[in-house]
């Protein structure tokens, strides 16, 4: 039979009565950025008392952290973000950065909420929205990549059986184009626009409207 011992002022005794523990949380739990890139994080703290949390990162030589939880890029390489309770020093929470330079940036799709847009940092890989330094790399994959806005790009490369899909918008290509695929610039909203700037355009595969500025070289063929 179990016993509960009471104090004089009603207060239960009982060394296995359940005390409230502090638990912290961090959204997102993983991020990728690029360096000079900033993203806020969210801590949350339950449990009881207060909710306030110090913030530090293991390598401020790849990422820092303000006292309000603004994670900004400084170098490549992944960094540790911790937020621990100002209530319980002893609980925290943390979560990787991963700062990443210009380069490659590969079209995986699969966003539940929009597999097909281009502006989604899950869809590609790594999870980044392709900037204006990067190459976008489209490969087959079960959802094709469409722009829901203007779009501004180092270079741009449509594998065989692949699609593009500019719609009524305009993709800027500053230092190359290469498809054998198929990119497709009008839909019912208008007419949207291929613009190359520079370096080679290797256009094989089915085109939309696509306009050729300063040195570009190489033949147009398709659609």
Known sequence: ????????????????????????????AALTLRAGDSQQFTAQVSGGGSTAVTWSSSSVSIAT?????AVTGIGAGASTIKATSVADPNKSATA??????????????????????WSAPTNWLPALVPSATDTAVIGVTSSSPTLSADVTIAKV????????????????????????????????????QVVIKGGKADLEGTLGTVKLKGSTKGALTGA
């Open 157 to 192: 490369t449509v594998a065989t059986g692949a699609t593009l899909t500019v719609g009524s918008k305009t993709l800027t290509v500053g230092a190359g184009l290469s498809t054998k695929g198929k990119i497709t610039t009008k839909d019912t909203r208008g007419v949207g």
């Open 96 to 117: 990787v950065v991963t700062v990443v330079g210009s380069g490659n940036v590969t079209w995986v799709g699969g966003n539940p909420a929009s597999p097909s847009e």
């Open 65 to 69: 952290v303000s006292s309000s939880g």
């Open 1 to 28: 039979m179990a016993v509960l011992a009471y104090g004089c002022g009603g207060e239960s005794l009982n060394p296995g009565a359940t005390v409230a523990q502090i638990q912290v949380s961090l959204s997102p």
